[in-house]
């Protein structure tokens, strides 16, 4: 089993969870972050002050997985999210140890997505 983790620009988002859901992932979570990258610095001027902003706005987007899921994953997320340009995100592929349903009490590869 793996969490796959994708931080995206906001505007993939919709693109992102289309990609997800026609490939049978369905099971994931979606949060709000702030990050900087490769991106080039903005700057701004706020009430007379010349400001940089150095966070920009991102989606990540944290999905448990059965290993034969994450190449799935993996391909439907950098299909649908990269623009060409820095910035489009990154995706980080991780071991996850043990996974418990709560409702159901199924543990491991019967908690996340189903194998194929």
Request: cysteine-free; proline content about 4%; glycine content about 6%.
């Given at each position: 089993m793996k969490l796959v983790k994708a931080i995206i620009r906001p505007s993939?988002?919709?693109d992102v969870l289309r990609a997800?859901?026609?490939?049978?992932?369905?099971?994931?979570?979606?949060?709000?972050v702030r990050g900087h990258g490769g991106?080039?610095?903005?700057?701004?001027?706020y009430r007379g002050t010349t400001v940089k902003m150095e966070m920009h706005d991102?989606?990540?987007?944290?999905?448990?997985?059965s290993d034969a899921f994450?190449?799935?994953?993996v391909d439907a997320i950098c299909r649908s999210a990269?623009?060409?340009n820095v910035g489009d995100g990154k995706i980080f592929v991780l071991p996850v140890e043990r996974v418990?349903?709560?409702?159901?009490?199924?543990?491991?590869?019967?908690?996340?997505?189903?194998v194929r």
């Open positions: 993939t988002l919709p997800l859901y026609a490939a049978d992932i369905t099971g994931l979570t979606v949060s709000r991106e080039v610095e903005v700057v701004e001027t991102k989606i990540m987007i944290d999905i448990g997985v994450v190449d799935v994953a990269a623009t060409g418990i349903r709560v409702r159901t009490r199924e543990e491991d590869v019967a908690a996340v997505t189903p």
